[in-house]
């Protein structure tokens, strides 16, 4: 089996105080392995994006533990989160985010500036090669804003993988897609999943995208009630939701 | 390029209408801040030129005669007092070669000069004038009042029986240059002197009352061999002239008055219109500060998703926070630039516009380095201080809360 890449363990978390605490996430363990492409799936408000969130590094949970690559995240402060989310972790928003003042290279590239605290022309070649493999190399020194939607989100995928990230999390990268561009976007991730070997979690709504994946998680009110992957048995108790 | 420049850069050049609209308003207050400084800095340089540009900084000259009892009875009592002035001998300064040195060693002072003074007339053939005699040191005396500029007719130089004397005495006594006068002091030693030169210090009473002889000369007619009146001495910065006054009066035993113990309207006035600048100055300072803080939280509130993006992909908060420091100082620098431009452009313009029926400038106008340097680390400084609370709000952005909602 492949190494666990992250590792969501007893994970809960709550919002705000007193009598208007509510539990979002109730004690969510989860391994996310190397190479794989996992989606997770599930009801709106059933704590999907709060949980990437968690496993992302961008929130801290109320209790449980975070692993990424073994390391236990809980301790770490801010800097060594925002370094570790840095450089292990890479992300693709439903609206690609790109920032309007930058080209495309330059949004590809970002991380990579952000992580060595300057810009480097040296980057280039790296950042037009990510460019190459989303098919957009052309558009290299065109602003993010002149970007079609499809374009964009092709960009958001070349900058989620700058620092060569050991984890993607997807949230509905492919939510607000045209089918065509959908379909090339999913095409990439599959293919960067399967030649690169790199790992995807992907938060989705759409179930025939999920279940082109790997594996999918369900998670309905806070609780895992589904852990299956293809050709295997469910793993988790629940009953198996396409949503 | 450093990650957090390349950042602000582009901010601010994506924000092209917003930035230009903030750098205009930064450069019309400093614009404005360097006029009115440059104006009152004129007008002050101008008013201490006249004031003090016959009369020295400081004037050290000894203590006034103590009060001595002439007569005690019996019982060793004061049975009666009277005030008496000693002699002019025992008013005077001995061994001054010793105490200049002294002086002219202190910090600040330029330079120092003896002067022999006392009252006299000058006498051209009927006429008779009441004057004040000065005995100088040419050389050392013009490096205090700058003398030999003012030069009106004549030559700077006095030797032997030579004297030099004002403009308008000249033509109340009717002499010119090579005319012999007579000078009678007031203990009655006369002498015959030929006017070398006649001077304009700018001040009618002062061009009415100076006349001024070779050192030994006056020391001759004033009785005072080997000794002089005062000590008077130019120091700099002006505006020292108190501070610098007491250290001599400390280490000389002798009294020490500066033009500020001496001029104290002037003083004050000048002291009110160093206010006015400053205070115009602090409010010119947060209308700046206030302008570029309001721009830039709109800036981060605009910008919060970006910031959301930004830290989710790596970028520590200390950068983020640096990022908008450094819109902040390059706003407040760019301002200041065009605004110490345009305030020089103003000033200029100003007394051109501004003339006297002769053609010079009615309003003087002292354009420096330093007034123009201050205000561009002003703003700089007011830019980056602007920027500290839209920086940590930004920096404190909770990157899946920017990012969900932006």
Known sequence: MAEPVLEVRHVVREFGEGDARTRVLHGISLTVRSGELSALVGPSGSGKSTLLNIMGLLDRPSSGAVLIGG???????????????????????????????????????????ADRGRVDSKLDARGLQLLASVGLTERAHHSARDLSGGEAQRVALARALANEPALVLADEPTGNLDTHSAEAVFGLLRR????????????????????????????????????ARRGAADTAPGTFSET | MPFEWFVALRYLREGRSQTVLIVSAV?????????????????????????LGSQAHIVVHPP???????????????SFTRSEKPSQHAQSIGQYAQLLAAITAQPGVLAAT??????????????????????????????????????HAGRFAITGTEILIGRELGQDLGVGVGDR??????????ESFTVAGIFDLGSKDVNQRWVLTPLRAAQTLLDLAGAVSSLEVKVTPVFQAEEIAQRIARRTALVADSWMHTNPQLLLALQSQASSTNVMQFFVTITVALGIASVLIVSVVQKSREIGILRAVGTQANRVLRVFLIEGALVGFAGSIVGSGLGVGLAKLFVSLQRNADGSSMFPIAITWQILIAPIALATGV???????PARRAARLDPAEAIRNG
Not at chain 1, 85 to 110: K, Y
Not at chain 1, 210 to 219: E, G, K, P, Q
Not at chain 2, 121 to 145: C, E, M, P, Y
């Open chain 2, 27 to 51: 450069a019309i207050g400093v614009g404005v801040l360097v006029f009115l400084t440059a104006l009152m800095n004129g007008l002050q340089e101008n008013l201490l030129a006249k004031t």
């Open chain 1, 71 to 113: 390391r236990d995240t809980t301790q770490l402060d801010d800097r060594a989160l925002t370094e570790l989310r840095g450089r292990t972790l890479g992300f693709v928003f439903q609206f690609h985010h790109l920032m309007p003042a930058f080209s495309a290279l330059e949004n590809v590239l970002m991380p990579a500036y």
């Open chain 2, 383 to 389: 830019g980056i201080a602007a920027a500290v609370v």
């Open chain 1, 192 to 227: 960067f999943c399967k030649e690169r070997g790199t790992t995807f979690l992907l938060v989705t709504h759409d179930s025939r995208l999920a279940a082109r994946c790997d594996r999918i998680v369900t998670l309905v009110d806070g609780r895992v009630v589904s852990d």
């Open chain 2, 181 to 190: 006068v007579r000078v009678v002091s007031a203990e009655n030693r006369s």
């Open chain 2, 64 to 78: 006034d005669a103590q009060v001595r009892a002439l007569h005690l009875d019996e019982s060793n009592e004061v």
């Open chain 2, 114 to 151: 003896p002067i022999v003074s006392g009252s006299a007339f000058v006498t051209r053939g009927a006429i008779q004038k009441s004057v004040t005699l000065r005995g100088i040191d040419l050389a050392s005396f013009d490096r205090v009042v700058a003398i030999s500029d003012k030069l």
